[in-house]
């Protein structure tokens, strides 16, 4: 029973969603303030509908109700609640129900908090929203519907698949969905914008908060998965240039350019049209992504079992969502002139340059992603695009964005001097190029050069912070208060560059690190990265849905023992499958990394895989930073003023 | 700029998104009949004959050479395989059933010391019409053997006409294979 009114809910979301689409869109020309204000009430009704759809879909997987096929093919009554949970969207159809219900979400939270905006706007906004939803919602309902159901039931499922058996996981997805989702807003901003044919400071206020809560969840949902790739995968790396994450990373630097042109647009009035573009080109290329995870048209390690029908359908979505919005860009667009003008040298043309940069690293993944289907279709060849293109072309790409990165943020609006900004980072220059000296002269070329850009990132925005405190030129309790007066919005930004640069260097420093692949029976040992790994035992271990066999590892460093690994492989036995789990210990600054890779026949002992990584985990703590600095400058005064009614319930203040 | 190139330059997300859309239809469409395959591991032998070799059969026995290929009677199969491969072991039983029908198949055993070879052979039954071993895996090299089990599909003429890597299925069989044979009959 609760599968059909989940059924039936998903039904009645697809009626509210075109309701809300047509409603939305048209109410503004009728001039009618009460169709309108409709609007806004159909969105929450969707995302209320939805959320009972989506609500559905959980129960059945958490009473294991093997009648609904999806519960039956992709959960068991054996797998531990959590990941009866998040198995409902670790599946085709169930997947694409967590990305309408964020989809509703995103609607229902402009309609709820965006009580400030002019009425016409939020009307149209929610119109675009509520016809992306249509589409979307038809999908799932038609071609991809969750709630098929068997019948006769099987006994047990088939379990969730072993290797998504994780937290990290099980959280990655709605992350990411949430981040690839959230630029839904920008793009329903830009659109509406456009049929309105009006851009102006405003429209950069608003849309500047929606793009930077979507960007920090598209930034922990890949930090999230790159994590997981890293310690479940067992092979030492944590980003394999693989079309999906490409598809990932795409939004990610298109979004990255969108906040950062959307300033301009806020404070300057200019870059009207190419932040409309960036806003269009990021939610364009998060749908992509989905086309190009679901259509299975490209090789790729995430496999997403799916027919070319349902591909040919989202291709149908995307056909219409993103053409008719560039076709609405080229007819409207150039009549939106600049207002503001500004300097070569400026903080705006710094921000063009990082604009330029990123665009041209998304240009060159966006290639090299495509390139072999395309070179398939146009010339018949087959081939593949690895990391070898991908480590050439980004790398040169990214010097020049590390280089610029430093300097725009201390250069004034309009018109500036370089030179000046030039001296006040004295200390960061001097920092990288010692680092660079340290590192180059143990022959690491890449890692020093990697590291420097790191070192170079982080101290100049530190400098920034302390030009602005006026640290140690003024007593010390006066620069704390000058420090609680900055504006969150700057707090943030240097956090998001510190981030940045953090990660800058968590990758550089993975160049540097070692690993051996050795067959090890109980008693012997080998050595790497100065240390001394002993296999003391392999031995059993019971586990809830699972087996495991544990190899006991123990490092010494000149014969004193230091630490124990428990590196373990586990046997699912209603799949057949084997995953490793690393055994990982960190100090913050480096990985100390074991895998349990195998237990060859008639060796009697186990094969290792070990692993000795300096800086990997400031990859993932980078990541975290950033996202950190997202939050905070979505914290900033100037946003919550734009809210009056939020001051009335600051708590929900962001959903 | 002038307005005209102004309009023009707006339209070329567009022209661009409409290009790149046409192309994914087309695609889809190819997945659709199987002419198009994102997960196919080309083979550089398609469209060739095999390069040359002459390898020995199992215990001083008869092998077979690249010459013996040049003009079978009918399409033939040429699988290569190994007894430490568990793969290889699952795929017997196709084997078994397709040597039934009347279909030749080849075996050249790779990198595989003769007695686990005769072992194997005895235990999962012989589907090959001959059968040669690589023992220095040399002429896998030649061929740009992926990894075994991996099967060519030989035409009258004696060219490749098709590579499947990894174990056959009965999916492959039917969708694939049946459809070559009857082209190349």
């Given at each position: 029973m609760i599968p059909e009114l989940g059924h039936f809910a998903l039904a009645l979301a697809v009626a509210l969603a075109c309701a809300q689409g047509v409603i939305g869109l048209f109410a503004p020309t009728l001039r009618d303030p009460r169709a309108m204000s409709a609007a806004s009430a159909l969105a929450l009704s969707q995302f209320l509908a939805i959320g009972a759809s989506f609500l559905a879909l959980i129960y059945a997987g958490v009473v294991s109700d093997f009648t609904v096929e999806n519960v039956a093919d992709f959960s068991s009554a054996a797998v531990p609640l959590i990941y009866r949970i998040s198995g409902t969207w670790g599946n085709h159809d169930g997947s694409m129900l967590l990305w309408c219900f964020i989809l509703s979400l995103c609607g229902a939270t402009v309609a709820a908090f965006g009580q400030n905006l002019p009425a016409s706007l939020k009307s149209r906004v929610l119109g675009v929203l509520g016809l992306v939803s249509a589409g979307f919602l038809l999908f799932a309902l038609t071609v991809s519907d969750p709630f098929t159901r068997l019948w006769p039931p099987p006994l047990e499922g088939v379990g969730v698949n072993p290797i998504l058996q994780d937290p990290g996981l099980a959280f990655h997805p709605p992350m990411l969905y949430t981040g690839y989702v959230g630029f839904s807003v920008a793009f329903a901003f830009a659109i509406a914008a456009l049929i309105e044919g009006r851009i102006d400071a405003a429209w950069g206020r608003w849309v500047r908060p929606w793009a930077l809560l979507s960007w920090c969840f598209l930034t922990i949902g890949i930090t999230l998965g790159s994590w997981w790739s890293y310690y479940t995968l067992g092979w030492g790396g944590f980003w394999f240039w693989d079309p999906v994450e490409n598809a990932a990373l795409l939004p990610w630097l298109t979004g990255t350019a969108l906040l950062h042109c959307a300033i301009v647009v806020e404070k300057r009035e200019a870059l009207k049209a190419w932040t409309v573009l960036l806003a269009i080109a990021t939610f364009s290329l998060s749908l992509t992504g989905t086309f190009l995870v679901r259509s299975g048209i490209l090789n790729s390690v995430h496999s997403f079992a799916a027919s070319p029908d349902q591909g040919l359908f989202i291709l149908a979505l995307l056909a219409v969502t993103i053409g008719s919005s560039l076709l609405l860009f080229?007819?409207?667009?150039?009549?939106?002139?600049?207002?503001?003008?500004?300097?070569?040298?400026?903080?705006?043309?710094?921000?063009?340059?990082?604009?330029?940069?990123?665009?041209?690293?998304?240009?060159?993944?966006?290639?090299?992603?495509?390139?072999?289907?395309?070179?398939?279709?146009?010339?018949?060849?087959?081939?593949?695009?690895?990391?070898?293109?991908?480590?050439?072309?980004?790398?040169?790409?990214?010097?020049?964005?590390?280089?610029?990165?430093?300097?725009?943020?201390?250069?004034?609006?309009?018109?500036?001097?370089?030179?000046?900004?030039?001296?006040?980072?004295?200390?960061?220059?001097?920092?990288?190029?010692?680092?660079?000296?340290?590192?180059?002269?143990?022959?690491?070329?890449?890692?020093?050069?990697?590291?420097?850009?790191?070192?170079?990132?982080?101290?100049?925005?530190?400098?920034?912070?302390?030009?602005?405190?006026?640290?140690?030129?003024?007593?010390?309790?006066?620069?704390?208060?000058?420090?609680?007066?900055?504006?969150?919005?700057?707090?943030?930004?240097?956090?998001?560059?510190?981030?940045?640069?953090?990660?800058?260097?968590?990758?550089?420093?993975?160049?540097?690190?070692?690993?051996?692949?050795?067959?090890?029976?109980?008693?012997?040992?080998?050595?790497?990265?100065?240390?001394?790994?002993?296999?003391?035992?392999?031995?059993?271990?019971?586990?809830?849905?699972?087996?495991?066999?544990?190899?006991?590892?123990?490092?010494?460093?000149?014969?004193?023992?230091?630490?124990?690994?428990?590196?373990?492989?586990?046997?699912?036995?209603?799949?057949?499958?084997?995953?490793?789990?690393?055994?990982?210990?960190?100090?913050?600054?480096?990985?100390?990394?074991?895998?349990?890779?195998?237990?060859?026949?008639?060796?009697?002992?186990?094969?290792?895989?070990?692993?000795?990584?300096?800086?990997?985990?400031?990859?993932?703590?980078?990541?975290?930073?950033?996202?950190?600095?997202?939050?905070?400058?979505?914290?900033?005064?100037?946003?919550?003023?734009?809210?009056?009614?939020?001051?009335?319930?600051?708590?929900?203040?962001?959903? | 700029m002038s307005p005209l190139r102004r309009r023009l330059l707006f339209g070329i997300p567009l022209a661009l998104t409409v290009a790149g859309g046409e192309g994914f239809y087309i695609l889809l469409k190819r997945m659709g009949n199987n002419t198009y395959d994102p997960h196919a591991l080309p083979s550089p032998l398609i469209g060739k004959r095999p390069p040359a070799f002459n390898l020995p059969g199992i215990n001083g026995s008869q092998g077979f050479a690249n010459t013996d290929l040049l003009a079978p009677p009918k399409p033939m199969l040429v699988n290569w395989f190994a007894s430490w491969c568990i793969p290889c072991q699952e795929e017997a039983n196709i084997l078994r059933k397709l040597s039934a029908t009347g279909l030749q198949i080849w075996g050249i055993a790779y990198e595989d010391p003769p007695p686990n070879l005769a072992k194997y052979l005895a235990q999962n039954g012989n589907p090959y019409t001959r059968l040669a071993t690589d023992a220095s895996g040399l002429t896998a090299i030649n061929w740009g053997v992926y990894g075994v089990p991996e099967t060519y599909f030989i035409d009258k003429t004696g060219i490749v006409r098709a590579r499947w890597a990894g174990a056959l299925t009965d999916e492959i069989l039917t969708t694939e294979l049946t459809p070559l044979l009857a082209k190349y009959a």
């Open positions: 080229a007819i409207r667009a150039p009549v939106l002139a600049a207002t503001g003008i500004f300097a070569p040298i400026s903080r705006e043309s710094a921000l063009v340059l990082n604009n330029i940069f990123l665009c041209a690293i998304a240009a060159v993944v966006f290639t090299g992603t495509l390139y072999p289907p395309f070179a398939n279709l146009l010339f018949g060849i087959q081939l593949s695009v690895g990391a070898p293109f991908f480590n050439q072309t980004v790398l040169p790409l990214t010097t020049p964005l590390i280089l610029a990165m430093a300097v725009g943020p201390l250069l004034p609006w309009k018109r500036a001097a370089l030179a000046p900004v030039l001296q006040r980072l004295w200390l960061a220059g001097a920092v990288a190029l010692i680092v660079f000296l340290v590192v180059a002269a143990n022959r690491h070329i890449i890692a020093a050069l990697g590291l420097a850009g790191g070192a170079w990132v982080v101290f100049s925005a530190l400098t920034d912070l302390a030009e602005r405190v006026r640290l140690f030129r003024v007593p010390l309790g006066t620069s704390l208060a000058r420090f609680s007066a900055l504006s969150r919005a700057l707090l943030g930004a240097t956090l998001g560059h510190i981030g940045f640069g953090v990660t800058v260097l968590g990758i550089a420093g993975m160049t540097l690190a070692t690993q051996k692949v050795v067959v090890l029976t109980p008693g012997h040992s080998a050595q790497l990265g100065g240390y001394t790994w002993t296999l003391n035992d392999i031995h059993d271990a019971p586990g809830p849905n699972y087996t495991q066999r544990v190899a006991d590892v123990t490092l010494s460093e000149n014969g004193k023992p230091f630490l124990s690994l428990a590196p373990t492989r586990r046997f699912f036995t209603a799949q057949h499958v084997t995953t490793n789990v690393a055994a990982i210990h960190t100090n913050g600054f480096q990985d100390i990394y074991a895998v349990f890779a195998d237990e060859p026949a008639g060796s009697n002992g186990a094969e290792l895989r070990l692993n000795r990584q300096p800086m990997a985990p400031e990859i993932w703590f980078g990541g975290l930073i950033m996202a950190l600095g997202g939050v905070t400058s979505l914290s900033d005064r100037r946003l919550r003023v734009g809210a009056p009614s939020r001051k009335k319930k600051p708590a929900g203040a962001v959903a | -």
